[in-house]
Each structure stands twice: as structure tokens, then as C-alpha cells.
């Protein structure tokens, strides 16, 4: 059974940091690009960023709103995939899910950002 298990949200103040944790079970974890994509109330899918790893070298790839402020990394030891968020927006608030090749996602974690 495939599972993705999302942790690491809560509730932050603007500017602040919050590193999300995506631990993956069920199936080999570098053969598959790992997503992060969320979900703002009364809003669609953003995707945020991916990762895909080949051999020893790795791609990574962020939408405009998060680059510079969020990286996406990988412990493919522990088949987990994380999100550091810094320098955190108001306009950051989502449901924040783990996908692997967009065929499997978790539950989601909710991330706030508000004063």
C-alpha cells in the first residue's frame, strides 16, 4: 500500500518559518518526482514546488510566488521529502499535500500564516 503522510504544519506569524515533512511508504521512493502542492480557502491547486532526483544528481523546480523563500529537499534514506518555508506570507495559507508523480497524495497539513 502506497502512503504519504504530510506533518509540520501549524500556525505562524508573518516572516516566520516552518519546515513540512512528507514520509512516503509502499514504493520506491527516487523513482518517483516528489510534489508539493496547495490548497488556499476558496482556491484551487498551486503547485509549489518538485523534486526529482536521478542517480546522484537532483532537480528542483519552485513556482514564483515561493522561490527564493521555500526549498524542497529530499532523505531518500528515510523516503521522506521536506518543505522549509522562510520569510512566511499571509498569502501562504493552504492545505499543503505531498504527491508522488501526482498518482498518489497524502492527507495534507494546514499551514497558517497570520498575526
Known amino acids: 500500500e502506497v502512503q504519504l503522510v504530510e506533518s509540520g504544519g501549524g500556525l505562524v506569524q508573518p516572516g516566520g518559518s516552518l519546515r513540512l515533512s512528507c514520509a512516503a511508504s509502499?514504493?520506491?521512493?527516487?523513482?518517483?518526482?516528489m510534489s508539493w502542492v496547495r490548497q488556499a480557502p476558496g482556491k484551487g491547486l498551486e503547485w509549489v514546488s518538485n523534486?526529482?532526483?536521478?542517480?546522484?544528481?537532483?532537480?528542483?523546480y519552485y513556482a514564483d510566488s515561493v522561490k527564493g523563500r521555500f526549498t524542497i529537499s529530499t532523505d531518500n534514506a528515510k523516503n521522506t521529502l521536506y518543505l522549509q518555508m522562510n520569510s512566511l506570507k499571509p498569502e501562504d495559507t493552504a492545505v499543503y499535500y505531498c504527491?508522488?508523480?501526482?498518482?498518489?497524495w497524502g492527507q495534507g497539513t494546514q499551514v497558517t500564516v497570520s498575526s
Open positions: 504527491a508522488a508523480d501526482e498518482d498518489y
Open positions: 509502499g514504493f520506491t521512493f527516487d523513482d518517483y518526482a
Open positions: 523534486i526529482y532526483t536521478y542517480s546522484s544528481s537532483s532537480t528542483r
